[in-house]
């Protein structure tokens, strides 16, 4: 059996928001497994349902520019907040994203991209490597684009015009008044750096995901003792409240709280009088899905006095 170290039980509680006992058992029960141990403490009623956003390491920032019907994003890390305040690292990931546009989202070929100022974008890196004396790496990049229509974008917790800590791009499809889809795509970009929604429509859900969803919802609503037909229905419910959360067309609009975002979208193909077509969308957090390194600093200064 898997040793349940207090790291590992941290590490759960921040991933689950439960109770340090609930964690210990849990992880017990399913072999130290963190992923099997938060399904167990949804199960039990113990954990709020895919709230997983853990902490995060990287520093640095989030770029986003558009071009009319292309748009590009990309993260650049740095070490420490301090360089992503700096104005040559701002203009790097600037450069970097109007690069985007051009050469694409794949992170190699993007490196290998002429850089505004001379050289390549990897040249351009490891001289502001030197020149500032931390570490920093591109990360990775995304970008969307629309045979006729708009692509826009949004940053939150700007730093700087285009730089923030999340990005957002949007692509509408349209032969609709650019100026007025672009002012439509921001707006559902803002409701995007809110809800952070995991699919586009029903149809692009995850299908790993949803059958581990429903597992979960039909154990929970098993405990109700109420016959299976019953408990069917109470399922297809939960599905449907589960397509509203993580669903973007689904989602209620935050900008009025009212309309589902797949009806403002029908509502302004009626304004323009053509069809708009929500067909993609991005979203960056800096950081996301890298772990924070943690520092001992009392341990850190006892090793050097030691040594």
């Not at 113990?46 to 995060?56: D, F, N, Y």
């Not at 297809?236 to 975002?261: A, C, N």
């Amino acid at each position: 059996m898997a040793e349940i170290t207090a790291a590992l039980v941290k590490e759960l509680r921040e991933k689950s928001g439960a109770g340090m006992m609930d964690c210990k058992r849990a992880l017990s029960e399913n072999g130290g497994d963190i992923e099997a141990a938060v399904d167990w403490l949804r199960k039990k009623g113990l954990a709020a349902a895919a709230k997983k956003a853990g902490r995060v390491a990287a520093e640095g920032l989030i770029g986003v520019a558009a071009d009319g019907t292309a748009g590009a994003m990309v993260e650049v890390n740095s070490e420490t907040d301090f360089v992503a305040r700096n104005d040559a690292f701002q203009e790097y990931v600037r450069n970097v994203t109007k690069a985007a546009i051009a050469s694409g989202e794949d992170v190699e070929k993007l490196k290998t991209a002429s850089y505004a100022g001379g050289g390549t974008v990897a040249d351009a890196l490891t001289a502001l490597i030197a020149k500032i004396g931390e570490n920093m790496s591109l990360r990775r990049a995304s970008v969307l684009k629309v045979s006729a229509g708009a692509v826009a974008t949004y940053v939150h917790s700007a730093a700087a015009p285009g730089l923030g800590k999340i990005g957002v791009l949007v692509a509408l499809e349209s032969t609709g008044d650019r100026d007025a889809l672009t002012a439509l795509g921001k707006q559902i970009a803002m409701h995007i750096a809110a809800t952070n929604p995991q699919a586009l429509d029903i149809s692009s859900v995850d299908p790993a995901a949803l059958a581990r969803e429903k597992a979960i919802l039909t154990e929970q609503a098993s405990t109700s003792g109420k016959p299976a037909a019953v408990i069917e229905k109470m399922v297809e419910g939960r599905v449907r409240k589960y397509y509203e959360e993580t669903v973007l067309l689904e989602q209620v609009y935050v900008v009025d709280g009212e309309s589902r975002v797949k009806d403002v979208v029908a509502k302004a193909a009626k304004d323009l009088g053509v069809p708009v077509k929500l067909a993609a969308f991005r979203r960056f957090a800096l950081g996301e899905g890298i772990e924070k390194k943690e520092q001992d600093f009392a341990a850190e200064v006892a090793a050097q006095l030691k040594a």
